[in-house]
């Protein structure tokens, strides 16, 4: 059943409803059964405040599992996709992800975009020894042996990005962001980042989120004239964000946002005229030049409308299946457990639409960023991509740290 | 009145022999589904405390859920100074250098189990003297509840470095009482949850038959000729929200423990409204009946979430239109007609007083 097509048949949920109704009285469910398969667990927002932005990843992963089926599964077993719908509630991500790992016994769950929903999700992951695989850029400093993480770390964002800004544009730095724990964190790498180039931060401001006022951070920005805008605001904010800087007549030309969160969703919300002239800097975008990106980007736009749009995050989610799979291939189809899935998944190579990804030993992946400038037609141009292919450090900016194989070792 | 007290002391009996055998028989013992029913059990209790103040002293409270995040939070930051050796992580990564002092009794968990009722006691209290000395009542008080909710989940929000902010507090320890590691997913856990409901429920049922209840419902139907009579309404309504904020706070650290997590969306005003529905579906008039609610509505949100991921959102908003439409006293109020009918069959359906006041009240959107 596609998502949207029960708007149309409420009679005929609400029959169904009657009919199933021993079913909501045993505890069996739909899970159950059904054999040989492998049964896997999507756990996204389908429902509430960050079902715009999820639902683009519950639609990029489960696409990738409908083409492996469709390529004959792995072994010969089919994935079966087990999707619950957490309605972006942190409370309901812990319940459903109980469920999904124990009652349904998913050997991975695929799932989630913000750290509140992840580390909801984190206890019940941990002492069931299952695997979480997380596609969403995040602020590090994490090291579960539990969780794969597909999405980039701060040093993976901005260990190109800064020194080219200090280079091209000037060392004088604005920052601005949500006041969470992300922005803090990747603010704090940047200036450790500046000090070592010789930067400064002119101002550091947090702004609750889904803050949508920023003509007082506008001002502050017309009287500094920062050579750089750091901005790490996030989802509707930085809609929000983006449309008033535009409103103020702000020139991207001499004064240029960079931001680390805005992808095509928010630039689609944004309009292309507002966004346009604009950088963010991410492992992917949409019009990134590689064979695997084009029959990706088809697939999606075939599958889901020919004006959805694909971002960092979505292309994760859509890779992480990929390396799930490769990592299936190598076990022995009898002997499949999330402990072993991770083991195998370590050092595995894929070429995913980004470029070719590897999975690190701390659970993290090698990745490959880039810097885009926003044009007015809504996508990306990528002025630069790095040469190599950038290690994930996720305790870069606390010294005597380091995420390994082993867990985290404290020197 | 005493034949009242013994149905419900029956019903108590029942309820309690139910969860205590009943259920865990039915789900094998399973420790998912224990631990599964555990949530819904501690949630159960945050809607019996809400029953008190709004059922018996018509006093609805949209900020239950704030001082059952209080409750969540203190037993969350014992867990989490359990789990770090020195400063919680949170606190490094915000640069905070030195464990806060309000930080420092959690240590303890005689005083983390005493702060997790007090403090939302306290803040209760202090917010009901406030409203009640000054004779607000009806909707205001409503409205100033939900703003006091609204502003204490964004200072918790705010003050990251010592509540780890969006995220919560996260990396908790198991409980360690004397003797005894609490697993979650333990029978063991399930009967702890179990057994503090039923105290709650028992306390519960006790108050609404004193004459402490009887005279809260004599506020509820008329404060000022109660207040004719002597009795002085703010003192009244001050310890029975007191009282209920204790029990939510008592609510909130349990379900800390189900979940392994306390977050800032335990004291959302959408978890708040949610409360007030589970008591609204069971009938608000019994704690009783506002326990059965919560756990009703959350395992039908379970089971339907399970069967339909597509549209359970829809069917639920569905569900809870027509019990307001058809059921205004929630299942309670159908378990009572139908009873009263039984009894006297001939006599045409007649609505009680509470029900005409209240339907008074919704339609004028105040109280006397």
Redesign the interface.
């Known amino acids: 059943?596609k998502?949207r097509?029960?708007l149309g048949g409420?009679g005929a949920?609400g029959t169904?409803?009657v009919l199933?109704a021993p079913?909501?009285?045993t505890?069996a469910?739909?899970a159950m059964a059904q054999g040989n398969d492998i049964p896997v667990g999507l756990l996204f927002s389908?429902?509430g405040a960050v079902a715009v932005v999820e639902s683009t990843l519950h639609n990029a992963a489960l696409m990738a599992i409908e083409e492996i089926n469709a390529a004959g599964g792995v072994h010969g077993r089919k994935l079966r996709p087990i999707?619950?719908?957490p309605?972006s509630?942190?409370?309901t991500y812990?319940?459903?992800a109980?469920?999904l790992m124990?009652?349904d016994k998913c050997v991975s769950v695929f799932g989630s975009y913000t750290?509140?929903s992840r580390?909801?999700v984190?206890?019940?992951t941990e002492q069931r020894k299952n695997l979480y695989w997380y596609p969403t850029l995040y602020e590090g400093?994490e090291c579960s042996r539990n969780v794969m993480y597909g999405g980039a770390v701060p040093n993976q964002q901005q260990d190109v990005l800064v020194p080219w800004l200090v280079e091209n544009f000037g060392p004088r730095f604005f920052m601005i962001g949500n006041?969470?724990?992300y922005p803090?964190?990747e603010n704090n790498y940047c200036k450790s980042l500046l000090s070592e180039l010789g930067g400064e931060v002119v101002s550091e401001e947090y702004v609750?989120?889904g803050h949508s006022d920023f003509s007082s951070v506008i001002n502050r920005i017309r009287s500094e004239k920062p050579d750089v805008i750091f901005a790490t605001v996030v989802g509707d904010s930085d809609v929000a964000f983006a449309r008033q800087y535009h409103a103020a007549e702000l020139d991207p030309e001499k004064m240029p946002v960079f931001s680390l969160t805005r992808s095509e969703v928010e630039v689609k919300a944004i309009g292309g005229e507002a966004a346009a002239g604009h950088f963010s800097s991410a492992p992917y975008f949409m019009g990134h030049k590689s064979p695997e990106n084009e029959k990706f980007v088809e697939a999606y736009k075939s599958r889901y409308g020919g004006d959805q749009v694909t971002h960092f995050v979505s292309e994760a989610a859509y890779f992480q299946v990929y390396q799930f799979k490769a990592a299936l291939e190598k076990l022995d189809p009898a002997n499949i457990t999330p402990e072993a899935i991770r083991d195998a998944a370590v050092g595995l190579k894929l070429k995913a639409p980004q470029g070719e990804i590897l999975i690190d030993e701390n659970l993290h992946t090698h990745l490959w960023p880039k810097i885009g400038q926003w044009q007015s037609n809504g996508q990306a141009e990528v002025l630069i991509q790095s040469e190599e292919r950038v290690a994930p450090k996720p305790y870069a900016a606390y010294e005597g740290q380091t995420c390994t194989g082993e867990g985290l070792v404290k020197a | 009145m005493t034949s009242k007290f013994h149905y419900d002391l029956i019903a108590l009996v029942i309820f309690a022999i139910v969860i205590a055998f009943g259920v865990p028989a039915l789900m094998n013992y399973d420790g998912f589904e224990l631990n599964t029913f555990a949530r819904y059990l501690a949630l159960a209790i945050a809607s019996m405390a809400l029953a008190l103040s709004w059922g018996t002293a018509g006093l609805l409270n949209l900020g239950q859920a704030a001082t059952f995040g209080m409750g969540s939070y203190a037993m969350a930051m014992h867990l989490k100074l359990r789990a770090s050796d020195g400063l919680p992580d949170f606190m490094g990564w915000n640069n905070v250098s030195e464990l806060p002092l309000i930080w420092v009794p959690f240590e303890s968990l005689a005083f983390t189990l005493l702060a997790g009722l007090l403090i939302p006691a306290f803040i209760g209290g202090l917010t009901a003297v406030f409203m009640f000395r000054a004779r607000i009542a009806g909707v205001f008080v409503a409205i100033i509840t939900l703003a006091f909710l609204v502003a204490f989940q964004l200072l918790v929000i705010n003050q990251q470095g010592m509540t780890g902010g969006q995220n919560g507090l996260t990396g908790l320890a198991q409980l360690s009482l004397p003797g005894w590691t609490v697993d979650p997913y333990s029978t063991g856990f399930y009967y702890l949850v179990a057994g503090c409901l039923t105290v709650a429920l028992a306390i519960g049922v006790y108050l609404t038959h004193s004459k402490f209840g009887l005279i809260l419902r004599a506020i509820r139907e008329d404060a000022d000729r109660t207040r004719f009579f002597g009795y002085n309404v703010a003192t009244y309504q001050t310890a029975i929200f007191c009282l209920s904020a204790a029990l939510a706070g008592w609510a909130g650290m349990l379900y800390t423990m189900v979940l392994e997590f306390a977050s800032p969306t335990y004291m959302g005003v959408s978890f708040s409204l949610a409360i007030v529905i589970w008591c609204a579906v069971g009938g608000r008039e019994s704690v009783i009946a506002a326990a059965l609610g919560a756990i009703i509505v959350n395992m039908l949100e379970g089971r339907l979430s399970d069967v339909f991921v597509e549209g359970w959102h829809l069917m639920l908003g569905v569900i809870f239109v027509l019990v307001v439409m058809f059921m205004p006293r929630g299942i309670y109020g159908v378990i009572t007609e139908t009873a009263k009918r039984l009894h006297h069959p001939k006599r045409r359906h007649r609505k009680t007083d509470l029900q005409s006041s209240s339907t008074k009240q919704l339609e004028t959107g105040q109280e006397s």
């Open positions: 059943m998502r097509d029960f409420v949920v169904a409803s199933s079913s909501l009285l505890t469910g739909r389908l429902t999707i619950e719908d309605a509630d942190p409370a812990a319940d459903r109980r469920r124990i009652r750290s509140s580390q909801a984190l206890p019940v400093r006041n969470y724990v803090k964190e609750p989120m």
